[in-house]
Structures are given as C-alpha cells and as structure tokens.
C-alpha cells in the first residue's frame, strides 16, 4: 500500500505564475487535508476535504488559494499569481475516516522567484 | 487561548536523560490525540495515539487527562536519533459535529546531545 503522494517534490515559479500542487491519498483514505509550513515554523491548517467537497477552508487564504478534490484523481492545491511569501512546505495528509490519525506526504517545497 | 499549546523548547539533552513534552489544548469536545515527530525539511510522522488510560510504546509513554485538557509524552533512556521536533496533535469535531479536523501545536525541538 503505496503511502501518501505528492507531486512534484519541489517547484520553482516566477512571481505571477501559477502553482499546481499534487496530492494522491494513500489506497482507501477519502480524507485530505492540506498544510503549509513556512521556514522554522509549525505546520498551519489550510483546508480539509472529502471527495467532491470541501469541508473546512477556513485556514486558506480569501484570494489566489483553491483546492479540490475530485471523484476521479488526485487532489489538487492550486495557488494562481504567486509571491514570495507563498514560499513554503506545502504537506498533504490522509486518512481512512473521521477519527483516526492522518499519515503525510513528503510534502512539495514551493520556490518563488 | 490557542487551540493546541506546546512547550515552545527547545530542548538540549544529554544521551540517556528522560524528557518530557507538555500539550493542552482548548476545545473539549476534542476526539482524538497524536504525538507526530518531524525531522528537519521532512514530513510529520505518527510517532503515536494518546489513549485516556494511557498508552506505552518502548521507551516512549503518552498520557491523556481530559478532565485538564493536558497531553503529555515521556521518552526514557534518550538515545541520539530522538533529535526532531515533536507535534503535539489533536483531532476535533468542526461544523455540524459529522467531520473533524487536525491541529497541531507548534512543536517543541529536541536535540539529544552525545
């Protein structure tokens, strides 16, 4: 049972750009939430989601930050226009159902340039 | 008062010391408590579950007192590898009482000295 995957590892994007951050729950996890950890920093809930729906966003910032999570694939984390301050650790955990412990991926080291 | 405060740390051991990590978290209605440990530039792993009785793994023991809305973890007999940072975690009921959430304190660094 592969462990949770997140693609790519690292991304480097020009201020402006758009970042596209994968995440591949492990085999049977229907829960996914998203953190993001900047420099010598703990880790800051973002959103949590189910498939084809979004739970709780209320750690995502109101404007360029998205995510979803479809029926069918990955789900996706998506930052349009990105700035320096974007620049950070971005982890995606899993997990079978509501109560038990949520396993990580490697996380995706966003760069902005 | 913060959902989940940690110890803000760090903490410098030598080899062999017992260490002990403090959490309290604010919502009562919490269901769930991890320890989690990341090393530097890795992803958090479950290191273990906090049960109400107790639970032990190893040179490792976790407590619960829900009554004090307290977490704690022990390591014995510190051995070198122990270095990272150690996540207090707690997982809590959010909207209508049907889904939950993941927070997490900030982390105490360790560092076990030779």
């Known amino acids: 049972n592969a462990g949770v995957m997140q693609n790519p590892r690292h991304l480097v994007r020009r201020r402006g750009q758009e970042a596209r951050l994968r995440c591949s729950p492990m085999?049977?996890?229907?829960?996914v939430y998203w953190y993001r950890q900047l420099p010598e920093e703990g880790l800051k809930f973002m959103v949590y989601?189910?498939?084809?729906?979004?739970?709780?966003e209320s750690g995502m910032p109101k404007e360029r930050f998205s995510a979803e999570f479809p029926k069918e694939g990955p789900s996706i984390l998506r930052i349009q226009q990105v700035v320096r301050g974007d620049s950070a650790a971005y982890f995606c955990?899993?997990?079978?159902?509501?109560?038990?412990?949520?396993?990580f991926g490697q996380g995706t080291r966003l760069t902005v340039v | 008062r913060k959902e989940v405060e940690q110890d803000p740390g760090p903490f410098n051991v030598p080899e062999g010391a017992t260490v002990a990590f403090n959490c309290t978290y604010s919502n009562s209605a919490s269901q769930s408590f991890f320890w989690y440990r990341q090393d530097c530039r890795k992803e958090p792993k479950l290191l273990m579950s906090?049960?109400?009785s107790g639970n032990e793994d190893g040179r490792f023991t976790a407590q619960l007192n829900r009554a004090s809305q307290y977490i704690s973890l022990l390591i014995r007999d510190s051995k070198l590898s122990d270095s990272a940072t150690y996540l207090c975690v707690v997982k809590g009921v959010i909207g209508g009482g049907s889904n939950y959430k993941l927070t997490f304190g900030k982390g105490t660094l360790l560092t076990v000295n030779p």
């Open positions: 085999k049977g996890h229907s829960h």
């Open positions: 906090v049960y109400s």
């Open positions: 989601l189910q498939k084809e729906n979004i739970i709780d």
């Open positions: 955990a899993s997990s079978p159902n509501r109560a038990t412990e949520a396993f």
